[in-house]
């Protein structure tokens, strides 16, 4: 088959020297973020302050305050604004958000809110797309919102299992739906043959730096995506009345 559309290659780089590798490689844009293994968080400023100073290509940067559900607090919410804020003085390209509420529903209100204060960058929807239960009226909710594209996997565990239902949404809208998750050097001709603008993707290896050392740091308990790991207000009451004789 012929293929008659080039398209464009978003890498998802989680450290400085992902997105310096990415550029190098031949990457169209990146986007930037931190902690991979939760599905991604706002990178640090010091990152990517670093990142916009040595990178040519476009990075768009994602605005995520913590792993978990995409359901923000106002505190959260105030938190993302204003990483934004630093984003848009940093003169990044794009920004890579979204809100949901509790029921996973689309959060258009805080959402539209997140796209405006973006301007004059570009915004994407992130994953929490693949949680909405009516995806296809979601679609057209952030087509009228001005969501220049939709990062998603079809709503399935890679892009290639969900590509029916990517091929289909790309049809019904003008917003670019961006199909994302387990794309690599094996499938990624499928994104091309069925006319996608562009492709996202980690490309990612493991290099070992270490032995294995005494203690993990890792901890599991705060890897559950339907709970969030927050200190515990009696909890630190209950450790300082002990040291203080009170209890």
Not at 64 to 73: I, Y
Not at 83 to 96: H, P, R, T, W
Not at 152 to 173: D, M, R, V, Y
Request: with cysteine; charged share 25%.
């Amino acid at each position: 088959m012929t293929n008659k559309y080039h398209m464009l290659i978003e890498i998802c780089t989680n450290s400085y020297q992902s997105a310096i590798n990415a550029e190098k490689a031949g990457a169209n844009r990146i986007e930037l973020c931190s902690e991979l293994a939760v599905g991604g968080i706002t990178p640090s400023y010091g990152l990517l302050k670093k990142v916009m100073n040595d990178l040519k290509i476009p990075v768009h940067v994602l605005i995520r305050p913590r792993s978990g559900d995409f359901t923000f607090s106002d505190a959260e919410f105030e938190i993302m604004k204003e990483n934004i804020q630093l984003c848009k003085e940093l003169g990044v390209a794009g920004i890579v958000s979204g809100v949901l509420h509790l029921d996973n529903t689309l959060d258009i209100e805080r959402t539209q809110k997140l796209v405006a204060h973006s301007k004059p960058m570009n915004f994407t929807f992130h994953r929490a797309f693949d949680w909405i239960q009516n995806p296809i009226k979601a679609i057209k909710e952030l087509e009228k919102i001005g969501v220049s594209r939709i990062l998603t996997s079809g709503q399935e565990a890679s892009a290639e299992k969900g590509i029916q239902n990517l091929i289909k949404w790309n049809n019904l809208t003008t917003t670019t739906i961006l199909p994302g998750g387990g794309i690599s050097s094996e499938n990624v001709l499928i994104f091309q043959e069925n006319e996608f603008k562009e492709v996202h993707l980690s490309a990612s290896t493991q290099i070992k730096t270490i032995e294995k050392p005494l203690i993990s740091m890792n901890s599991h308990k705060h890897f559950e995506e339907t709970k969030i790991a927050t200190s515990d207000v009696q909890k630190i009451k209950n450790c300082i009345a002990i040291l203080s004789n009170e209890k």
